[in-house]
């Protein structure tokens, strides 16, 4: 199983950004899919995690309202909305696939496969 993330990118405080995460070598839908950021400093933490089949979503309170976890299963592919961005969300957004249909952890330790990251900078 592999997954790569993109989409990062340099963008105004109140701008936008989609962050994809390609799965190769596994149906996610099957699975939870999660996404964790780490900021310069700081622990890497939870962001937002999904699972499909249940259409069960979680989100951290600090992106509440602002991100959306979606999928398109046809591509294989995750995506992380990230809309009315703020300084603070400056990190590197990682993704992540918990295999089977668990509950959408927040967790890393549940999950077993991770993304390489991708950067989001998020100027004032």
């Known amino acids: 199983v592999q997954l790569q993330a993109s989409g990062g990118g340099l963008v105004q405080a109140g701008g936008s950004l989609r962050l994809s995460c390609a799965v190769s070598?596994?149906?996610?839908?099957?699975?939870?899919m999660g996404w964790f950021r780490q900021a310069p400093g700081k622990e890497r933490e939870f962001v937002a995690s999904?699972?499909?089949?249940?259409?069960?979503?979680n989100y951290a309170d600090a992106v509440k309202g602002r991100f959306t976890i979606s999928g398109d299963n046809a591509k294989n592919t995750v995506y992380l909305q990230l809309n009315s961005l703020k300084p603070e969300d400056t990190a590197i957004y990682y993704c992540?696939?918990?295999?089977?249909?668990?509950?959408?952890?927040?967790?890393?330790?549940?999950?077993?496969?991770w993304g390489q990251g991708t950067q989001v900078t998020v100027s004032s």
């Open positions: 992540a696939l918990r295999p089977g249909l668990g509950n959408p952890s927040v967790y890393e330790s549940d999950y077993s496969h």
């Open positions: 070598g596994r149906t996610f839908i099957w699975d939870v």
């Open positions: 999904i699972q499909f089949v249940r259409a069960d979503t």
